[in-house]
């Protein structure tokens, strides 16, 4: 077998983050009047093969930022879904981060701390 990659093992994290995720959505529709029939049916296949994939995550230990990061993406992603309008300039503040992360940390922390 093929050693993996750094990319590799890139997609292989967010992947299981992805279904970490995932699988914590499906789970808050089970509580939902939309949780009949076939997505019930497709929902509970679909989330007995997403555990399969939680398996990897007891190999992600190394990752020490895991648990923040999934909860920096949940946020995210709700954040989109109640105002869509603003994932342009979601978008921007994060392609700013990627070009100057230390100027935009100090912006960030300069506004978190505001009174």
């Given at each position: 077998?093929?050693?993996?990659?750094?990319?590799?093992?890139?997609?292989?994290?967010?992947?299981?983050m992805?279904?970490?995720?995932?699988?914590?959505y499906?789970?808050?529709?089970?509580?939902?009047?939309?949780?009949?029939?076939?997505?019930?049916?497709?929902?509970?296949?679909?989330?007995?093969?997403?555990?399969?994939?939680?398996?990897?995550?007891?190999?992600?230990?190394?990752?020490?930022?895991?648990d923040?990061?999934?909860?920096?993406?949940?946020?995210?992603?709700?954040?989109?879904?109640?105002?869509?309008?603003?994932?342009?300039?979601?978008?921007?503040?994060?392609?700013?981060?990627?070009?100057?992360?230390?100027?935009?940390?100090?912006?960030?922390?300069?506004?978190?701390?505001?009174?």
């Open positions: 077998m093929k050693e993996l990659t750094n990319r590799n093992i890139k997609m292989i994290k967010m992947s299981v992805f279904n970490f995720l995932a699988s914590f499906n789970e808050q529709i089970k509580h939902t009047p939309m949780y009949k029939k076939a997505l019930k049916l497709h929902l509970n296949r679909l989330n007995k093969e997403l555990e399969k994939d939680m398996a990897l995550y007891d190999e992600l230990d190394e990752f020490e930022l895991w923040t990061m999934v909860e920096n993406i949940q946020i995210l992603l709700e954040e989109v879904f109640l105002d869509p309008a603003d994932v342009i300039v979601q978008g921007n503040i994060l392609l700013a981060f990627k070009r100057d992360s230390e100027a935009m940390s100090k912006v960030a922390d300069q506004i978190l701390n505001q009174k």
